[in-house]
Nanobody, 118 residues
Framework: QVQLVESGGGLVQAGGSPRLSCAASGRTFSRYAMGWFRQAPGKEREFVAAISWSGGTTYYADSVKGRFTISRDNAKNTVYLQMNSLKPEDTAVYYC???????????WGQGTQVTVSS
């Protein structure tokens, strides 16, 4: 059993810098690579960022590279997505997921809505 709960979303202004959190529980969480995905209304789900189980390797979609930072604190069983310079086009439901059996993510959180105004 792996459970993921995202938080930190909401209504933010363009240019804002919120941080999303994904609280995880379950066996061997710290050994899972983790990822963030997002889905905007009427659009396909897209990859945002991923981080290795140790936190030493990260990957980013071109659309967020240089603006978003993924990190993790295994002692707190939490993965973060720091978002900077938010744009209205960043509006989406953001999901975190595990990579217990790469390359496909398997366990998913319920998602947190991020709405960027202006």
């Amino acid at each position: 059993q792996v459970q993921l709960v995202e938080s930190g979303g909401g209504l933010v202004q363009a240019g804002g810098s919120p941080r999303l959190s994904c609280a995880a529980s379950g066996r061997t969480f710290s050994r899972y690579a983790m990822g963030w995905f997002r889905q905007a209304p009427g659009k396909e789900r897209e990859f945002v960022a991923a981080i290795s189980w140790s936190g030493g390797t990260t990957y980013y979609a071109d659309s967020v590279k240089g603006r978003f930072t993924i990190s993790r604190d295994n002692a707190k069983n939490t993965v973060y997505l720091q978002m900077n310079s938010l744009k209205p086009e960043d509006t989406a439901v953001y999901y975190c997921a595990t990579y217990s059996n790469p390359p496909a993510p398997d366990y998913w959180g319920q998602g947190t809505q991020v709405t960027v105004s202006s």
